[in-house]
């Protein structure tokens, strides 16, 4: 089926450090979303952005959290700086509408700030 | 979560048998998906619902948005079925909104 592919798979930071997470959705989608799940915990929305804008976001998505798409590239998310508490896995998704559209999920970026 | 509230939380079965999971819904979902992530993170698509009922081998799953809730049911349980099962509401928004998930343990 679809694939979205996540580079990389595992990333470690020191805290205060900046970061990016790259991901690439499947290449006729439209819509991007990333979720975030610390260990242990139900998956929780972050943002949804289309048409080179954010479209949605949660209280989870902090100030220090910021998404681009630039130019049809990778669709990435920046955290800067990093706190101990941005350690999570972080999914991105991409859906071809909205509502009413299979999400399709990549395989997770593991962050690790330490 | 409190939206999307997923029953059992734990679940053992035996090789073979039969089970069903639950979600009900506190919020207006139009469509539900469920996700099983495997033990290395990755989740996979298992259904994608309007309200309706659908089939894929030895899965079943339904959703009734009248009552707000869906079904997974899973038949002659293999071990491969060990995981994490995550039931997802979407709105009319299209955010998903998930539940805590629920972690099956397929024994032989």
């Known amino acids: 089926g679809p694939k979205v592919l996540q580079i990389p798979s595992h990333q470690i930071i020191d805290m205060g450090q900046m970061v990016t997470l790259n991901c690439d959705p499947v290449?006729?989608?439209?819509?991007f979303y990333w979720y975030k799940q610390i260990l242990g915990q139900q998956m929780e929305f972050l943002v949804n952005?289309?048409?080179?804008?954010?479209?949605?976001k949660s209280k989870l998505f902090k100030d220090q959290f910021s998404v681009e798409r630039p130019d049809g590239s990778y669709f990435t998310l920046k955290i800067q700086p990093t706190a101990l508490e941005d350690s999570a896995v972080y999914f991105c998704?991409?859906?071809?509408?909205?509502?009413?559209?299979?999400?399709?999920f990549g395989a997770g970026t593991r962050l690790s700030v330490l | 979560g409190d939206k999307v509230k997923q029953s059992p939380s734990a679940l053992s079965l035996q090789e073979g048998t039969n089970s069903a999971l639950r979600c009900n819904f506190s919020?207006?979902?139009?469509?539900v998906q469920w996700f099983l992530q495997n033990p290395r993170g990755s989740l996979m698509n298992l259904f994608y619902?309007?309200?309706g009922t659908k089939e894929n081998g030895r899965l079943k799953s339904a959703f009734d948005s009248k009552e707000s809730y869906s079904t997974l049911h899973i038949r002659d349980a293999q071990l491969e079925d060990s995981g994490t099962y995550f039931c997802?509401?979407?709105?009319?928004?299209?955010?998903?909104?998930f539940g805590d998930g629920t972690v099956l343990t397929v024994k032989p």
């Open positions: 998704a991409s859906s071809p509408g909205l509502g009413q559209n299979t999400l399709y």
């Open positions: 290449s006729n989608h439209l819509y």
């Open positions: 952005f289309y048409n080179g804008k954010v479209m949605e």
């Open positions: 919020i207006a979902a139009t469509t």
């Open positions: 619902l309007v309200p």
């Open positions: 997802a509401a979407e709105t009319n928004t299209g955010k998903l909104t």
